[in-house]
């Protein structure tokens, strides 16, 4: 079983920039691959960045990367999601999620393929 609480969420102008963190409980989190994925307003939760166990394998969607970097630090059982030159079009409930992973984590791009989910944190960009 594994707990995930996000933060650092909050309002931020254009182009600014915001660090999320996921800490996760469980002494097994190492284990698990981590995902961050967004939901707007009337729209579907989408896939953001996801990152293997051991740190060495990431993966962006195409509308993140360059701008946002994922990371983790399983001695602190915490995933980060470091976001720069933030766009309107970013603003969303972001969740981190979590997946026993046996294959490259770009096959974890879905929301039904993670084990488990965070409550979220809102991020308003304005223009």
């Known amino acids: 079983q594994v707990q995930l609480v996000e933060s650092g969420g909050g309002s931020v102008q254009a182009g600014g920039s915001l660090r999320l963190s996921c800490a996760a409980s469980?002494?097994?989190?190492?284990?698990?691959?981590m995902d961050w994925f967004r939901q707007a307003p009337g729209k579907e939760r989408e896939f953001v960045a996801a990152?293997?166990?051991?740190?060495?394998?990431?993966y962006y969607a195409s509308s993140v990367k360059g701008r946002f970097t994922i990371s983790r630090d399983n001695a602190k059982n915490t995933v980060y999601l470091q976001m720069n030159s933030l766009k309107p079009e970013d603003t969303a409930v972001y969740y981190c999620?979590?997946?026993?992973?046996?294959?490259?984590?770009?096959?974890?791009?879905?929301?039904?393929?993670?084990?488990?989910w965070g409550k979220g944190t809102l991020v308003t960009v304005s223009s």
């Open positions: 999620a979590a997946v026993l992973a046996y294959r490259s984590v770009s096959s974890y791009i879905s929301p039904a393929a993670m084990d488990y």
């Open positions: 469980g002494r097994t989190f190492s284990t698990y691959a």
């Open positions: 990152i293997n166990w051991s740190a060495g394998n990431t």
